[in-house]
C-alpha cells in the first residue's frame, strides 16, 4: 500500500508533478518531511526548491496551480479539495511557493484578477485547515521576499521565511536545519506535556515540587501557543523553548533537546572540511603550508576591522559594520582596480554580499559599501564584538587571514574569474584601509570557469559531478591532464568527450613512459652483458638519427619555456612534449638495437620527468631496489620476472608450431607431433589467459611486442579491467561483423549463382523479378524477352529501354561464362 505522499504523486490529479511515487515511501516512512511546491514544475526556481528538499532529505511534489483553472472556474474548489485531502494524510508538511504573491496577498485586493482571486481565497482556506494540524509545521515562501515581507509575515500565512532562491544553499540549508530542529523540538515537547496527565496525576509530598510542576505545565501551555499563534516569530518560538527547558529542569524532568546553532555550525563546517582535505589528496593535491579557518580567527577579524575603522575607512549602522567606499576613494585609494566596469553593478553586489544584501540597504551610506561585520539574527551562528555579537562578512576573512600569515604583502593571489568582482576588489581595498597602503597584491591569477557538458556547473541544475565521482572513472592523473589542455584562464569544459581526449593523452604518455624504460633497461642489460663478455661492445658513436632527435630535444626544450612564458600556456607546451614523444618511439622502432642512443633517451627520460613533475603528473615512481625494501622484491621486479618467464615459454611455443616436425618426416610419427602441437596451443593460450584476465585483475598491463618482449605496467585493476572488457567487447563486434560479411558473401555468391542460370531472354519476365532486386514488374515485352511497357501498359520511355539494353548485355556475358 503506497504511502500518503506517494499516493499524490502516483495520482498526479494534475497530470503534471512528474514524480515517481517509490521515492518517497521510504522517506514518509521514516517520518521525513514532505515538501509540497505549488508553482509550475521544471523552473529553475523549481529545480531549486527540489535541490533544496533533496539536501534536507524530504520527499518532493511540484503542483502547477495554473492546472486548477484548466478545467473553468467551477472546478476549482473541486481540485484544490482533492489536493489537500491527499496532503491532510502525510504526516510532516513543508509547503512551498513559486509565485508567492498569488497566495500571500489580500485575497479581495483588486489588482488580483477573477480567476486569481478565486483560486487565492480557496487555497488560503485549505491553508488555514492544513495550518490547523500539528503534524504541519512550516510554510515557507521561496521568492521575491523583499518586496512583500509585510505580506508574507501577515498572521495565518507563514510560520518561516526562507530565500531558497539564494547562491549559497548548502549555507542556507544548514541554517533551516538549525531552525527546523529547535522549532520542531520545541513542538514536540510542548504537544507532549500538553497532552499526558502523567504530571498532574503523580503524587508529591512537597510543596516545592508541585510549585515546579505547575511552572511546568504553565511552560507547556505558554509554549503551546506561541506554537499555535498564527505567525509567530522565530525569536518567540525560541523564547518559549528556552522557558520550557527551564522549567523541565526545575521539575528534574529529562533535558529536552535543543539544537545548538554554533555548535552544529561547527559540527557541519568541520564535516565539509575535511572532506575537502580528503578530496585533495585523493587528487595528488600537495598540501598547504597554513590553513586558515575563518572560525579560528574571528577575535583577528575583529581586530582587522577594529584598525580600518580607527583608519577612518568603515562605520557601524545598527550593530553592524560597513564598509566606507566613498571615504576609501577620498583618501586618494582606488576602488575598481580589477574591473572599473563592475563598480555599481548592484546584481554583483548582491551575489558578493549573499544573506547580508537584504534588508541592509537602509543601514548603507552608499550603495557600493558593503558588510565588514554583520549583526546576526536568532539562530544563527554569532561571536561578541565591540558592536554587538554578530558574524564577519564575506570578504573581510579572507583579507584579515592572508595578512596574519603573509604579512602588508602578497605577491599572488588566485580565484575563480567571477570572484574578481566583488570579492577580490573588496578584499584587496579592506587590506590596503587596514594597512593604510595602496598596493596590497602585486598580481592576481583568475582561473575560468568550470561547465559540464557546455553548461556552467550548478547544483541547482544538477549538473554537478562530485570529485569522487570523477575519479570513480578517471585517474587523478587524467584529470589533470585535461586542466593541462586548457589554459588556466580560459573556460573548461568536462564531459565524456573532453575526458575521453585527455584519459587516451595520458595512457599514451604513460605507454611512452613504459616503452623509455624498458628500452633504457634493455640497452643497461647490453652494457652488462659486454662487460661480461657475452656479447660486444655497446655503441655510443651517434649517427644520423641520434643528431636528428638530439637537434629536436633542444628544440622542444625551447618551445616548452617560451609557452610556459606566455601566462603559463600548458596547452601549447604539452603539444610541444608529445611532438617529442613521437619522434622519440619512432627513433626506438627505427633503431631496435637497443645499444644506439641509449645516453640521448636519458636525457630525453630526465626532460620528461622534470617537466610533468613540474605539471604534477609525475611519471610513475621508480621502484625501489631491492636493498630500500629490505631484500625483499618490489611489484615491479615480480611483474618483470613473470613477464620475463612469459616471454621465453610463449617464444618457445610458437617456435614449436612453426617449425615442422623433423621426427615426423623421418620416424613417420605423426601422433607424437599433433601432442607437440596441441601443447604449444594450450600453453599460447594460458599465455594470453594471463596477459588478458589474471594480470588486468590485480593491476599489471602486459602488451605483447613484435620483438618477443613484452612490456608491462602498473596501473588500477578497475581500470584495466575495463580496457579488457571494452576490448573483449570490441573483438565480439568485429567477428559479429566479420561473420555478417562472410554471411552476405554466400548468400551475394548464391544468388549470383541463380541469375547465371536465368537465360538472358527471361531475365525480365516477372517471376525473375525478386531474383533480379525489381520492385516493379513489367507488362509487355518485344520477341527478344525486352520490355516495352509496364505492368500498368504504360509504354516504356527510349533511356529505360537503353538502361535494360545494358542490363541484358551484361547478363549475356555472365550466363555465357557459366555455360561455357
Same mark, same amino acid.
Request: hydrophobic fraction near 45%; aromatic fraction near 8%; glycine fraction near 6%.
Given at each position: ?80 479539495? &482533492?489536493?489537500?485531502?491527499? /496532503? ?127 511552572? /511546568? ?82 577575535? $583577528? ?7 580600518? %575603522? *580607527? ?25 575598481? +582596480? ?24 537602509? &543601514?548603507? #551610506? ?14 544563527? =551562528? ?73 553548461? +556552467? ?20 592523473? %587524467?584529470? #589533470? ?9 580560459? =573556460? ?41 663478455? $657475452?656479447?660486444?661492445? =655497446?655503441?655510443?658513436?651517434?649517427? @644520423? ?9 633542444? &628544440? ?32 626506438? #622502432? ?5 645499444? *644506439?642512443?641509449?645516453? /640521448? ?33 618490489? =611489484? ?14 610463449? %617464444? ?19 601422433? &607424437? ?16 589467459? /594471463? ?19 613484452? %612490456? ?10 575495463? $580496457? ?13 561483423? *566479420?561473420?555478417?560479411?562472410?554471411? @552476405? ?34 507488362? $509487355? ?36 561464362? *557459366?555455360? +561455357?
Amino acid at each position: 500500500m503506497l504511502s500518503p505522499l506517494a499516493a499524490l504523486a502516483a495520482a498526479d490529479p494534475l497530470g503534471r508533478s512528474g514524480a515517481k511515487a517509490s521515492s518517497f515511501t521510504a522517506l514518509e516512512a521514516a517520518a521525513s518531511y514532505s515538501a509540497i511546491l505549488f508553482g509550475p514544475p521544471g523552473t529553475a526556481k523549481t529545480t531549486v526548491v527540489e535541490a533544496f528538499a533533496t539536501r534536507l532529505g524530504w520527499g518532493f511534489v511540484a503542483i502547477d496551480t495554473s492546472m486548477f483553472l484548466s478545467s473553468g472556474l467551477s472546478n476549482v474548489a473541486s481540485r484544490i479539495s &482533492e489536493i489537500f485531502a491527499m /496532503l491532510m494524510q502525510l504526516k510532516h508538511v513543508v509547503v512551498l511557493f513559486d509565485e508567492v504573491e498569488e497566495f500571500c496577498l489580500d485575497r479581495l485586493n483588486p489588482s488580483l484578477g477573477m480567476e486569481s482571486r478565486m483560486l487565492t481565497t480557496a487555497m488560503l482556506t485549505k491553508l488555514a485547515d492544513l495550518r490547523g494540524r500539528r503534524q504541519v509545521a512550516f510554510f515557507i515562501a521561496t521568492n521575491r521576499l523583499t518586496a512583500l515581507d509585510a505580506a508574507v509575515t501577515r498572521p495565518g500565512r507563514f510560520d518561516l521565511q526562507l530565500f531558497v532562491g539564494t547562491p549559497n544553499l548548502p549555507a542556507r540549508c544548514a541554517r533551516f536545519k538549525a531552525r527546523l530542529h529547535a522549532v520542531q523540538a520545541a513542538r514536540a515537547a510542548a504537544s507532549a506535556l500538553a497532552t499526558t496527565d502523567a504530571i498532574t496525576d503523580s503524587t508529591t509530598d512537597s510543596t516545592t515540587d508541585a510549585d515546579a510542576h505547575a511552572q /511546568l505545565q504553565a511552560a507547556a501551555a505558554s509554549a503551546e501557543k506561541a506554537l499555535s499563534t498564527k505567525g509567530v516569530p522565530l525569536a518567540d518560538v525560541v523564547a518559549a523553548q528556552t522557558k520550557l527547558s527551564a522549567a523541565a529542569a526545575a521539575a528534574n524532568m529529562p533535558p529536552l533537546p535543543v539544537c545548538d546553532v554554533q555548535t552544529a555550525f561547527l559540527k557541519l563546517t568541520a564535516e565539509q572540511e575535511a572532506a575537502f582535505f580528503a578530496d585533495m589528496d585523493a587528487l595528488g593535491v600537495m598540501p598547504p603550508d597554513a590553513v586558515t579557518r575563518v572560525t579560528d580567527y574571528v577575535p $583577528e577579524i575583529v581586530e582587522y576591522i577594529a584598525a580600518i %575603522q *580607527r583608519n577612518g575607512y568603515c562605520y557601524e549602522a545598527n550593530g553592524s559594520v560597513y564598509f566606507d567606499t566613498v571615504a576609501f576613494a577620498a583618501s586618494g585609494k582606488k576602488y575598481g +582596480k580589477l574591473d572599473p566596469s563592475k563598480i555599481g553593478d548592484e546584481v554583483l553586489m548582491a551575489e558578493g554580499e549573499g544573506a547580508l544584501s537584504v534588508s541592509t540597504l537602509a &543601514e548603507k #551610506r552608499n550603495s557600493a559599501d558593503f558588510a565588514l561585520w554583520k549583526a546576526s539574527k536568532v539562530g544563527e =551562528p554569532a561571536w561578541p564584538s565591540p558592536w554587538g555579537d554578530g558574524r564577519p562578512g564575506w570578504h573581510i576573512e579572507c583579507s584579515a587571514m592572508a595578512s596574519d600569515v603573509l604579512g602588508d604583502q602578497v605577491d599572488l593571489n588566485s580565484g575563480g574569474s567571477d570572484l574578481k568582482f566583488p570579492h577580490h576588489e573588496n578584499q584587496m581595498a579592506q587590506a590596503e584601509a587596514h594597512f593604510d597602503c595602496c598596493s596590497w597584491v602585486n598580481y592576481f591569477l583568475h582561473s575560468g570557469h568550470l561547465s559540464i557538458d557546455g553548461l +556552467k556547473m550548478s547544483k541547482s541544475l544538477k549538473n554537478f559531478i562530485t570529485v569522487r565521482e570523477a575519479l570513480s572513472k578517471y585517474s587523478a592523473r %587524467q584529470i #589533470r591532464f585535461l586542466f593541462l589542455l586548457h589554459r588556466y584562464n580560459e =573556460p573548461m569544459e568536462y564531459s565524456e568527450n573532453t575526458m575521453g581526449a585527455a584519459a587516451d593523452l595520458e595512457r599514451r604518455f604513460a605507454a611512452f613512459d613504459t616503452s623509455l624504460g624498458a628500452r633504457i633497461a634493455e640497452a643497461e642489460a647490453a652494457a652488462a652483458a659486454a662487460a661480461r663478455g $657475452e656479447r660486444g661492445a =655497446p655503441t655510443f658513436k651517434w649517427g @644520423k638519427e641520434e643528431r636528428e632527435l638530439n637537434a629536436l630535444l633542444d &628544440e622542444k626544450r625551447r618551445a616548452v619555456h617560451e609557452a610556459l612564458q606566455d601566462s603559463i600556456n600548458t596547452p601549447l607546451a604539452m603539444k610541444q612534449l608529445e611532438q617529442l614523444l613521437r619522434a622519440t618511439n619512432i627513433f626506438m #622502432r627505427d633503431l631496435p638495437d637497443a645499444t *644506439r642512443g641509449a645516453s /640521448l633517451l636519458r636525457s630525453i627520460s630526465r626532460y620528461f620527468d622534470k617537466v610533468l613533475g613540474a605539471f604534477g603528473v609525475a611519471r610513475a615512481e621508480r621502484e625501489i631496489s631491492s636493498k630500500e625494501s629490505g631484500g625483499a622484491a618490489t =611489484p615491479l621486479q615480480l611483474v618483470s620476472a613473470l613477464s620475463a618467464f612469459r616471454d621465453d615459454v610463449r %617464444q618457445i611455443a610458437i617456435s614449436s608450431k612453426k617449425t615442422k616436425s623433423k621426427s615426423e618426416s623421418a620416424t613417420g610419427s605423426a601422433a &607424437e607431433s599433433a601432442v607437440a602441437a596441441d601443447l604449444a596451443t594450450d600453453v599460447l593460450r594460458l599465455c594470453d589467459e /594471463l596477459r588478458d584476465n589474471v594480470l588486468p585483475a590485480v593491476g599489471v598491463r602486459l602488451e605483447d611486442r613484435a620483438s618477443g618482449r613484452a %612490456q608491462f605496467s602498473l596501473d588500477d585493476p578497475v581500470r584495466l579491467q575495463a $580496457e579488457a572488457a571494452r576490448k573483449r567487447e570490441s573483438a565480439a563486434k568485429a567477428e559479429a561483423e *566479420r561473420l555478417a560479411k562472410e554471411e @552476405k558473401r554466400r548468400a551475394d555468391a548464391l544468388r549470383d549463382a541463380d541469375r547465371a542460370a536465368v537465360e538472358p531472354k527471361r531475365m525480365f519476365e516477372p517471376q525473375f523479378d525478386a531474383l533480379f532486386d525489381r520492385e516493379t514488374s513489367f507488362g $509487355e515485352f518485344d520477341e527478344t524477352g525486352l520490355p516495352i511497357a509496364t505492368a500498368d501498359g504504360e509504354p516504356l520511355s527510349k533511356s529505360a529501354t537503353k538502361k535494360l539494353i545494358k542490363m541484358r548485355q551484361k547478363h549475356e556475358k555472365v550466363y555465357s561464362e *557459366r555455360n +561455357k
